[in-house]
């Protein structure tokens, strides 16, 4: 008798636009706040629970404004309600400081936002402030997810949760796969190091890759236990080397593929409630 017990339930977010590419490069590159609307809707009705979004400046460059993210997050909300996770950045790029970056995050009071452990913690005197950050996405009932480049990131992270500094029984991680690679072209293998024997456990891990085998990243990273993020921020390319029409035909690939090998997909409640699960152990 065949089962339909799926192998597990994964989320597939989408990051439609990061803070460095442009319309130049691909001219459906989401914006402005009608734009990342449009895309969210989209890409929820191709299977993504969360969208991962950057604002931008007039002249197209990077930007972290309280203001800009809440005409954003208005801007989906009033289109898809709370059907989608609205997760911003506090990403810094080179361009803001770690108190910058807590500052928007604080004056946005986001649902959800990613944190680069490696912006925020860029010398032991750091830890402090991240740390009093976490305190108030705790009590503020963000959700938070910590951005790791490298397994020695990780390693960072679990002593700090082995030493009691986090607010958290346990906290949501982004594996990066292939940043600081020369052709920045990810491969399934990357993931290894990450899980490690001697790797730190996060019960609740994402992964992102770049390029034409993200896809394959992805659906190994759902086999073996963790959630996905796609989009153009990292990779315009389909699985087969063509440029990808918009960011709703990359996460259409990614959730025939998963969905291909028997897993399902978290919609943005099981989502939100998975990683509640998490920080409150």
């Not at 950057?54 to 954003?72: C, M, T």
């Not at 996460?251 to 943005?268: C, D, F, Q, T, Y």
Request: hydrophobic share 45%.
């Amino acid at each position: 008798m065949t089962s339909t017990c799926p192998l597990q339930t994964t989320a597939i977010a989408v990051a439609p636009n990061g803070g460095r590419k442009t319309k130049t490069e691909h001219p459906n590159l989401p914006l402005g706040a009608a734009e990342l609307a449009a895309t969210a809707a989209d890409c929820l009705a191709e299977g993504a629970a969360m969208i991962h979004v950057h604002v931008r400046k007039a002249d197209g460059s990077h930007l972290l404004d309280a203001d800009a993210y809440r005409g954003v997050i208005d801007a989906i909300r009033e289109k898809l309600g709370d059907r989608i996770v609205v997760q911003v950045t506090s990403e810094a790029l080179g361009v803001y400081s770690a108190s910058e970056q807590i500052e928007v995050v604080k004056a946005t009071r986001p649902e959800a936002v990613s944190l680069a452990l490696r912006e925020l913690v860029r010398e032991p005197a750091d830890e402090a402030a991240f740390f009093r950050l976490l305190e108030w996405i705790r009590k503020e009932k963000v959700l938070p997810q910590i951005i790791l480049f490298s397994p020695e990131e990780a390693l960072l992270l679990e002593q700090m949760r082995q030493a009691g500094n986090l607010p958290f029984a346990d906290v949501p991680v982004l594996y990066v796969l292939g940043r600081y690679t020369k052709t920045q072209t990810s491969v399934p293998a990357d993931l290894l190091p990450f899980l490690a024997e001697g790797q730190p456990v996060f019960r609740h891990w994402s992964v992102c890759a770049f390029g034409q085998y993200e896809t394959a990243c992805l659906t190994t990273t759902g086999l073996l236990g963790g959630h996905c993020r796609t989009g153009f921020e990292n990779n315009t390319a389909l699985p087969s080397g063509k440029i990808a029409g918009s960011n709703a035909e990359l996460v259409e690939i990614l959730a025939g593929s998963l969905k291909g090998l028997g897993l399902e997909l978290m919609g943005a409640d099981e989502l939100r409630q998975s990683v509640m699960n998490v920080l409150n152990g």
